[in-house]
């Protein structure tokens, strides 16, 4: 889950039968909390994905330029900007200091927005 001013950022690679796949997802904040929030560890849990040993990441320049595709959600002018890079905006509730409850909304949210562009961009998921 995405604490602080968070963005997700999309590098695709080809796999051997030359489709794309998305294996490399990652999330990262231009203001990064701490640690990452307890409700997500769980929340993320719930669904077989541990994140209770990662540590919030600050997004940096060399992440967008890197990337095909970069998901801003609330950001604004914090995140980095490269012309040519495809970016979108999710207006979705901030995670931070919200309960279980809350947090599976948005990661659910999050999932399904996930899902339609690799979908949209003919991108497979990784391992699926």
Known sequence: ???GHGCIVLTPRRDARDRRTADNLRSAGSLPADQVNP???AAMAEVGIDIAHERPKALTS???VDSDVVITMGC???CPFYPGKRYE???LDDPADQGLDA?????DEI???VEA?????GIDRAGG
Do not use: N
């Open 89 to 91: 905006d999710w207006v």
């Open 117 to 121: 562009l690799l979908a949209d961009l």
């Open 103 to 107: 947090v599976r909304v948005i990661r």
């Open 76 to 78: 604004g002018d914090a």
């Open 62 to 64: 060399q992440a967008v």
């Open 111 to 113: 999932r399904t927005r």
């Open 1 to 3: 889950m995405l604490v």
């Open 39 to 41: 409700a997500a560890v």
